[in-house]
């Protein structure tokens, strides 16, 4: 009895019109990503667990598929101990970035800094599976190391901006400054308190001024510190005047009278990047949100999220500047900046609204229909893939029905059926099935047929 | 102390200069198939252990890395068996095959048969690594599934064709057939023994005729037997002058006098494969040999191999039809025609043979140097980027010798150094690395500045 086939849970297989408009999302974000000279490289789906270990706190090591040792992987194990650790040397990607940080300290010798590179690679999270969450699933990262200039901030945001534009999705991108919230937390006399009050007043606009207040007094934040805090939550105005009101606070006119260098650094970045933003021209919106609290572990200056601006979706991207990527593996004083795509939600979006092309249902523009002339019409299928046109021969003699059944089923726009009369006279029926126009060509004259297939 | 990095034997990562040569190759290889109307897909690097099992010999199953249930693998153990079926349900792809098979059957009410479909994917084998053989590569599969006719085996002959004249290799297709090869065990009257026959004929141009004899009697053919293999040991002359040989040998006319059905059916095949492929005109040469002992254990009709025919490596490609290709997964009766490329000794041979185009060196058309004048330098970059130019800006406003090693390590062909000077006259520099020459242009003129980076 035959097995009943199924893949592991949380796995996806994609058939031919999945994967098409996958690689859709990935070759615009690849080809966007070269313009900006940012290189492509690779890393394997297996790092030894020295290197993933630790990396993603406790919980991400509990994530962390193991890969069982080749040979017998139980020999010498001690059954006194946790075996898992004893029988597995090695992991599958959990992320791209501590990969990338490896690869950096690994081949420091071999390349050029600042390096500029970007990889996109699935990898493997033991997650439980749910709606949109899956076990594997691809991460399209660009980062670049060596270099601590603000251009690299706005080239990130150039990136975001010009791959949402031909994607043909109206984004918004948000940036916060990790500085500034340190400022912030030192202005109002909790410095440990950074991740407490960013995230209250992450719930701002959902909860209200009132609710904010009070979650940062359960989180042990004093009255005074509250009225530190509370002319943050009532910033208003453009990016400018936002500016100038947190600098203002940041060099003493809070209500603690305070002065965070920290927090005038974070000042500073913002205000630089967003000169630049504004010397450089983008089109979709770019605000600063002082609200943002993705990454609060690990960045340490720039803080980005770009949310879809017509559809309800979680962030489609988000990355940050770290200042120390490279040093666990020894390599210090490396800092970094870089932004993810998320491809899995970017590709809900553009379902959502409708913007993959048409022509990606189909890969192949013309069916040569099989009336068993063959020798006549192998060369004009030749001729035709020689100019780049995805030609296909229905294989066998099959009636007519059928082959039309299949073109049907493709979604291939043009047919062309040639009998004994068509070879004989040297001459090819073209016809496009949308519109129903059919014309005749000479066997030879592939310019013309281009011209109607293509036109 | 940091730990000093490295990856699992057997793996690789691969550079900006690695990767894009790899993917020169992945990208022809993909143009081609999508000329021919194949459509890829992706299957999970995961497969279900019962998926994979089974379906490559013991061997096989040994080299299948296993991957650890997540959670407490070992809860619920009996450790008085062996643990790793019992710990262990997912297992990497250990090829490209047995996941299109799964795919087909489980998809196969989605599917429009003839199915053609190509799959670009990493495959995993815990093989002892040596030089040329890794424990993780690359597949590129190309194949159809629910057809028998022979339009199939020519077009595969067309994309290796294709494929190789746009990587300017001269390769050599050689075609065998599974039941010709049986009808030659049928003729000897040793009909078990077409995997000794085979590979005794494929030592002839190694060791001589007399040595083949030798094997074959070691093997265990009679002398009578001999005598009907020896005319195949000297067939000569064109491909259609060796099929009538063959046909006069299965059709009755070999010392033993037996006719074999299968042979001739195979010859059939054969024939009618040879004559497509002249009606199709292909460039490389395509020839018959019957001493191809690629995947006797599984192919039933054609069997391909491709060779460099100016470098010395193993075959670049092969591939074969499969009668019931999808059986083991409960689907009978569906034949399968495929060939999957080597990308590896792809590469080794576009290395060896300096076959690589120079412009992968370097994915950066022009460096625009930072002399401090971002705001005027940025709306230049942006323009170029919008034309599909790639276009670095160095990230700091560093000494100028550093920002020109930088090109020169990069080999970007091209560098701009615009100073206060040329802000204000709203002019660009541009110079070519490589011949020394430069000119200026007005920043607006974008055109004129695509000429000259694209000239």
Request: aromatic share 8%; charged share 25%; hydrophobic share 40%.
């Amino acid at each position: 009895m035959a097995q009943k086939p199924s893949i592991p849970k949380g796995t996806r297989d994609f058939g031919p019109q999945e994967t098409a408009e996958r690689n859709y999302i990935f070759d615009t974000i690849r080809s966007v990503f070269k313009t900006f000279g940012y290189a492509q490289i690779e890393t394997p789906a297996m790092e030894n667990l020295s290197t993933l270990l630790g990396k993603y706190g406790d919980e991400g090591d509990k994530l962390l598929f193991r890969i069982l040792n080749s040979g017998d992987a139980f020999a010498g194990a001690d059954f006194s101990k946790p075996l898992a650790p004893q029988v597995c040397e090695k992991g599958l990607r959990y992320d791209l970035t501590v990969p990338f940080a490896r690869f950096v300290v690994q081949h420091q010798n071999e390349i050029s800094f600042p390096f500029k590179r970007f990889q996109i690679q699935p990898v493997w999270r033991a997650d439980r599976p749910q709606k949109g969450r899956y076990r594997e699933f691809y991460q399209c990262d660009v980062d670049v190391i060596g270099s601590k200039s603000q251009v690299n901030e706005l080239e990130l945001v150039q990136i975001v901006d010009r791959v949402f534009s031909l994607l043909d999705v109206r984004v918004v991108v948000k940036i916060n400054n990790r500085k500034v919230l340190t400022g912030l937390a030192e202005i109002c006399g909790f410095p440990d308190k950074v991740v407490d009050i960013t995230v209250a007043i992450d719930k701002l606009d959902k909860v209200g001024l009132e609710a904010v207040e009070d979650e940062l007094r359960e989180k042990g934040l004093s009255a005074q510190a509250i009225a530190v805090v509370e002319p943050v939550l009532k910033l208003s105005g453009t990016t400018e005047e936002k500016l100038a009101a947190m600098r203002a606070l940041m060099d003493g006119g809070s209500a603690s009278g305070v002065v965070s260098q920290a927090g005038l650094l974070g000042l500073d970045e913002l205000e630089e990047l967003f000169g630049l933003i504004r010397a450089a021209g983008v089109k979709n919106p770019v605000e600063m949100d002082l609200s943002l609290a993705r990454g609060l572990n690990y960045y340490t200056g720039a803080i980005f999220e770009v949310k879809a601006l017509d559809f309800p979706i979680g962030s489609i991207c988000g990355g940050g500047r770290y200042d120390n990527l490279t040093g666990i593996f020894g390599l210090p004083d490396m800092s970094g900046v870089g932004i993810s795509f998320g491809a899995d939600r970017i590709y809900d979006v553009l379902k959502g609204l409708e913007k993959f092309p048409e022509g990606l249902r189909s890969a192949t523009r013309l069916l040569l229909a099989n009336m068993g002339e063959l020798p006549f019409i192998l060369p004009v299928a030749a001729a035709l893939r020689s100019a780049g046109v995805p030609v296909e021969i229905y294989p066998e003699a099959a009636k007519l029905k059928k082959q039309f059944d299949y073109a049907d089923r493709k979604a291939i726009p043009f047919i062309s059926i040639n009998g004994s009369e068509e070879a004989a006279a040297g001459r090819v029926n073209l016809k496009d099935l949308r519109s129903g126009e059919q014309r005749t060509f000479d066997c030879a004259d592939t310019a013309a047929m281009l011209a109607f297939l293509n036109g």
